[in-house]
């Protein structure tokens, strides 16, 4: 009789009459077989009735073993399932063939790796591929098609959905050429969508394999397609996240490590290990991991045997002409970013070229509010603004991080700088640029207010939705925006708007005490400190130039903040401002101490001085402690105790306020340390332990993670040179934390060598 898949039986000779022959004349009920066999009665009796023609293979061994099988009857069940089994689909039938898969594949392990392990579920599940253009998401899907549907006797279904054409397949359509493909004559396929989703869901049932829908424009079109059950799999690739899909697993598709972009650069272009080969790190680097970027460059460079991987990278250098060189024939990476930029409302084109102004990698949602013109941003702003940054966001051309800030690709990044330099004018371009500038330096200033003890606070009247209701939470402000208010102040420097670019300097020099592994304070304070030289300004002048040379210092380079000190207090002395000169010569004093401590010693005291004629009660503090510093490099620990325990008890009486109170802890934290120090060098071992262990109480109070593991390292030393081998341990493990907290590279890799070495002196 005639069969809807194109092929023909025989009454009677099918794998379901033969498995119910073999159970009846081996005496075995269902439920026995399913005992015998470990296949449940449910699949065995939908078996017997027909349901499915060609069982998988590993389920007709397990039939063949409950019902105690000979080769022969073994064999005659395994042919009647696998004629059965839907066939390959042939060039004739050629409705929903696959693309050439690609010979060059790299990477994508743990990508491969949960597919497979999706597929090896119960069921027919469902993989969302989601990513944007260029990414490698159809790329990534039939190489995981192909080889899943290999390892499991399947053939693999692909229908490009065309979601980015003007008209996208329609699930009518997409229907049309998957029953085709499963080879249902024209006749007898359904004319409506509901009637050819059922009919596919049956066949697929009975005919599982792993269907790609590609490039799929949006929910209601995947929505008809999806099959129910059945053994097989389904990958969805899309821009979109389709986040309206029930059900689904979402594998977002990342850019290739550089490892991975490298194995790929090197299958296209072929020989690497000659001179061709040189600069492939850095060419693979330019493409960002993007797969679309590294094909096309690997394929202009295998074009051109001339080039070396460095001469093309060289080319690619120059990040205003670099998307126009990422071209091969009709390979331009350009136009995959161009086809989702025009699937996008007017208001999300809006933003996303304008949000090429961002200056550092990633933004808030604030941020982009006013680059949408929000200024000054408000609470009902920031809603529209998210709607718009979630239509990007779905599309692919941004991506979105944990704690819920978002980012461009680099070369997306590129193409929306590319599309506002077409699209606005260059007045309306630089207005935008300043109103972003003033408003990222505004809330900087803001933040930089609660660590300064003359304010101690965030503006009385804020009218900005940042949070800065706290130190806290100015603290993490600043630190998450750093790379946006930063690059704000080098666009500042660079435009001239000098009284920008001091008073942010001004306003967050005494968070730097919060943060001091930052790594762009000495670039910071040389931009303001030139700033305030242009500005006119000899105070502020002076004021930038010694910050500067306490961020020299902290980098290492004594000579340059020596010289910026000693400029700064030259300065200082002309301009008659008695303090900025103390606190001028008090830098230089500190940049000399570790290395020439008896040229150091007549500035700190000619600070001390100064602070105490213009009664500064920080500097007179920190300069008595400098002092001390400075006589116990000279060996003279018994002056410098003298010295610490006077600017101790200056420490101990603040000007009132909370914020005073904080910087008295600071000072406090370095008193006692170098208290503890001054007790350790003259053998007062009790006393050096309650110093130390006092500073480190103040630093944790305070938030000074890195100060804080540093005294507990110096403490833990000094327990281990006393022999309390546990407790020094036990302290060094804590100092390792803290290190681990402020993300401080190279104390983790000091404690962790120390507390190997002691692990293998103490055991030894």
Not at 113 to 130: E, I, K, M, N
Not at 238 to 245: K, V
Not at 446 to 473: C, N, Q, T, Y
Not at 542 to 550: F, M
Request: one cysteine or more; hydrophobic letters at 45%.
């Amino acid at each position: 009789m005639a069969r809807t898949d194109g092929r023909t039986e025989h009454s009677g000779d099918t794998f379901a009459a033969e498995l119910r022959r073999l159970r009846q004349r081996a005496r075995l009920t269902l439920e026995a077989l399913a005992e015998s066999s470990g296949v449940s009665v449910r699949a065995i009796g939908g078996l017997e009735r027909g349901h499915s023609l060609g069982p998988q293979r590993r389920t007709v061994t397990a039939l063949a073993d409950g019902l105690g099988l000979g080769e022969a009857d073994r064999a005659r069940l395994e042919g009647l399932a696998e004629a059965g089994r839907p066939r390959p689909v042939t060039a004739p039938a050629g409705w929903a063939v696959p693309p050439r898969e690609l010979p060059d594949f790299a990477g994508r392990e743990p990508e491969l790796a949960r597919l497979a392990s999706l597929a090896a579920g119960p069921g027919t599940p469902v993989a969302v591929l989601s990513g944007p253009g260029g990414i490698g998401k159809t790329t990534l899907a039939v190489r995981a098609a192909r080889l899943i549907a290999g390892s499991r006797g399947l053939d693999v279904l692909h229908v490009n959905l065309r979601g980015l054409d003007p008209e996208p397949l329609g699930a009518h359509a997409a229907l049309f050429r998957l029953l085709k493909a499963l080879a249902v004559a024209d006749r007898d396929i359904h004319d409506e969508v509901d009637g050819r989703s059922g009919q596919f869901r049956a066949l697929f049932e009975q005919h599982p394999a792993v269907l790609v829908l590609d490039n799929a424009r949006d929910e209601e079109q995947v929505r008809p397609l999806l099959p129910g059950a059945g053994a097989g799999l389904v990958l969805v690739t899309s821009r979109r996240l389709l986040t309206g899909l029930e059900g689904v697993h979402r594998v977002p598709v990342p850019t290739l490590g550089a490892a991975e972009g490298r194995r790929l650069l090197a299958s296209i272009i072929g020989d690497v290990d000659g001179p061709r080969g040189e600069g492939l790190d850095e060419l693979a680097a330019v493409c960002g991991g993007l797969p679309l970027a590294l094909r096309i460059v690997g394929n202009r460079l295998a074009t051109r045997p001339a080039w070396s991987a460095g001469e093309l990278a060289n080319r690619l250098a120059d990040s205003g002409r670099r998307l126009e060189q990422i071209r091969a024939g009709d390979l331009q990476i350009t136009a995959a970013f161009r086809m989702s930029y025009d699937q996008l409302s007017m208001a999300a084109r809006c933003l996303c070229r304008r949000l090429a102004l961002v200056p550092g990698p990633d933004f808030d949602v604030a941020l982009a509010s006013v680059l949408g013109g929000a200024r000054p941003p408000l609470a009902t702003d920031l809603l529209d603004t998210e709607d718009v940054l979630e239509e990007l966001h779905e599309l692919g051309l941004l991506s979105q991080s944990d704690d819920g800030r978002y980012g461009f690709h680099d070369l997306i990044r590129l193409f929306a700088a590319e599309r506002l330099a077409a699209e606005e004018e260059p007045a309306g371009r630089a207005a935008l640029t300043r109103t972003a500038v003033e408003w990222l330096l505004e809330v900087t200033a803001a933040a930089g207010r609660w660590f300064d003890p003359d304010h101690g606070a965030g503006p009385a009247h804020w009218r900005h939705p940042v949070d800065l209701s706290s130190s806290e939470a100015a603290a993490a402000w600043l630190r998450a925006e750093s790379d946006n208010w930063f690059g704000a102040v080098r666009t500042a420097a660079a435009q001239g708007w000098d009284r920008l670019v001091v008073d942010t300097a001004d306003a967050v020099h005494w968070f730097s005490n919060q943060w001091m592994l930052w790594p762009h304070w000495q670039e910071l304070f040389t931009l303001s400190a030139a700033a305030a030289q242009r500005v006119g300004d000899p105070v502020a002048h002076a004021t930038q130039l010694y910050n500067l040379s306490w961020a020299t210092a902290q980098n290492g380079d004594t000579g340059q903040a020596v010289a910026a000190a000693l400029e700064a207090a030259r300065i200082a002395e002309q301009a008659g401002a008695e303090r900025q000169q103390a606190w001028a010569l008090h830098f230089a004093a500190r940049a000399l101490t570790t290395t020439d401590p008896a040229a150091s010693l007549p500035y700190a005291q000619q600070s001390e001085r100064l602070f105490a004629r213009v009664d500064d009660w920080t500097g007179r503090t920190s300069v008595l402690m400098s002092v001390a510093v400075t006589l116990l490099s000279l060996g003279e620990p018994g002056a410098a105790v003298e010295k610490l325990q006077e600017g101790l008890e200056i420490a101990r009486r603040p000007p009132a306020g909370e914020a005073w109170q904080t910087v008295a802890d600071v000072l406090l934290t370095s008193g006692h340390f170098y208290l503890a120090t001054a007790h350790q060098a003259v053998q007062q071992y009790d006393l050096a332990e309650s110093a130390y262990r006092t500073a480190a109480d103040n630093a944790g109070r305070t938030g000074m993670t890195l100060h804080q593991g540093r005294v507990q390292l110096k403490l833990a030393q000094l327990q281990h040179q006393r022999g309390r081998l546990t407790e020094a341990a036990s302290t060094l493990a804590a100092a390792r934390e803290r290190f681990t907290e402020a993300d401080a590279t190279a104390e983790i890799t000091a404690t962790e060598e120390l507390l190997k070495a002691w692990s293998g002196t103490d055991g030894g």
